[in-house]
């Protein structure tokens, strides 16, 4: 049980980051963690650009290290279609207008005693 | 975002054509895609070539990685174009120039720890290569004797991706420091690590380099990739600066700078300009150095542990 938690936790931290990292470019981080019968969106954010508004969908995953790839290659087309499929059903609930819709993949690799590393992959699928 | 791209040779019963192995590396989720109508044994080339690169201290590209054979409408078959591939990804990777596959041919199946396997057909390969105008063929190290027998064409043999990159990386920037001390390098690159092994009594100047107007590399840098052997080390003043200096020198990785001592700045006429490379294994002998006795280096040398490798 103590394993799943800390596993949680990596999970959580690497979302924290990846947060900031979208902040960071500009983002707006609309909603965390949101879930339907489908599945779960980790972040949806909003990103004003010359065209309008783009709504992102992004899938983080998070790893200890790379001894299992890089998490990137945990991300697989399935994930993302199935990420498609939410992404309607919360705009479908939200009702948010928006010009485009954009999915993103962030892999972060968290080992512990050293910074943090971050990939975003943008319009992934 | 960067692509390369590599060449090979497909065989159609003895007739060879050349093939172009693009490489390109792309925004996108992890993922390799072998297009160019590859048979099945070569569509498993993604998955060897991706073993045998990580087990070779190389890195497979964390993104969209688009190999491409070209012509397309020309069907390929069989693993020879491993290496050809794997040279296209490390150049895009910028592991080496991209021109250095230029005027290249490579042909070699690999294994999953990197070494390279004996094809089929090296010499018929080889020849359309030659007649295609390319200057040199990189091959299996065992069927470096086959495909040798076309004249009119530079052949290489190695054994392992290991080697490539060796061959291809380090192979220029040597044959560059030797180039630039004078030697004469009749029309081929060095491709043997070099040794260089100073006499005790030569001069700090004679080891370290200088130059007036155009940097003149010398013994050190000489021995750049490969190992620098300093026998009697003890004996010698200057040989003893040298080992300082080398000390010093591999941290800042150049021969000369401002900060080193009055002696060495006078040795090196104009210090910061004769940034000539040098990673190498330095091997130290004399008296009272242990475990070495003077004037048994060359015997010596597979035992020398390197004070120095950078």
Not at chain 1, 102 to 110: C, E, K, M, Q, Y
Not at chain 2, 54 to 82: C, F, M, R, V
Request: aromatic residues 4%; positive net charge; proline residues 4%.
């Amino acid at each position: 049980m103590a394993k799943t938690e800390s596993k949680q936790q990596l999970g959580v931290r690497g979302e924290d980051l990846a947060c900031a990292e979208l902040e960071r470019q500009g983002m707006q981080v609309l909603e965390r963690n949101w879930r339907c019968r489908l599945g779960e969106i980790d972040i949806v954010a909003r990103e004003a650009g010359p065209t309008g508004l783009t709504l992102v969908f992004c899938e983080v995953k998070c790893r200890s290290g790379l001894g299992f790839g890089h998490p990137l290659e945990a991300i697989t087309f399935t994930k993302m279609r199935t990420l498609r499929r939410l992404a309607a059903i919360w705009m479908r609930e939200h009702q948010v207008k928006a010009s485009t819709i954009r999915l993103d993949a962030i892999g972060v690799v968290l080992v512990s005693g050293q910074p943090a590393s971050l990939t975003h992959v943008r319009a992934v699928g | 975002v960067a692509s390369a791209c590599g060449w090979s040779v497909a065989l159609v019963g003895l007739e060879g054509r050349i093939v172009e192995v693009e490489a390109d590396i792309g925004a996108g989720l992890p993922r390799t895609v072998l297009v160019g109508l590859p048979d099945s044994a070569l569509y498993q080339a993604r998955d060897r070539c991706k073993a045998a690169v990580s087990n070779s201290g190389q890195e497979w590209p964390i993104s969209l990685l688009t190999i491409n054979l070209s012509p397309a409408t020309l069907p390929k078959a069989g693993s020879h174009y491993d290496l050809a591939i794997v040279a296209a990804i490390l150049a895009a990777q910028g592991i080496f120039r991209a021109d250095e596959l230029r005027r290249t041919v490579l042909l070699g199946e690999l294994g999953l720890d990197g070494r390279v396997r004996p094809i089929r057909g090296v010499l018929p390969a080889t020849v359309a290569a030659q007649q295609a105008g390319f200057t040199r063929v990189i091959v299996p190290l065992r069927q470096a004797g086959e495909a040798k027998l076309v004249a009119g064409i530079d052949v290489f043999g190695i054994a392992s991706i290991t080697q490539l990159v060796a061959l291809l990386h380090d192979s220029l920037e040597v044959s560059a420091v030797h180039s630039l001390a004078g030697f004469n390098l009749a029309n081929e690159l060095i491709t043997r690590p070099p040794y260089s092994d100073p006499h005790h009594s030569a001069s700090v100047a004679s080891i370290v380099g200088g130059g007036q107007r155009i940097a003149r590399p010398r013994a050190i840098s000489c021995a750049h990739k490969g190992v620098l052997f300093l026998d009697d080390s003890t004996e010698a003043q200057s040989i003893q600066w040298c080992g300082f200096i080398l000390v010093i020198a591999d941290a800042l990785s150049k021969v000369a700078t401002d900060n080193l001592t009055a002696k060495f700045a006078s040795a090196v006429r104009q210090p910061g300009v004769a940034r000539v490379a040098r990673r190498q294994s330095l091997g130290l002998a004399g008296v009272g150095l242990g475990g070495f006795s003077s004037g048994r280096a060359m015997a010596q040398l597979r035992n020398i542990r390197s004070v120095s490798a950078a």
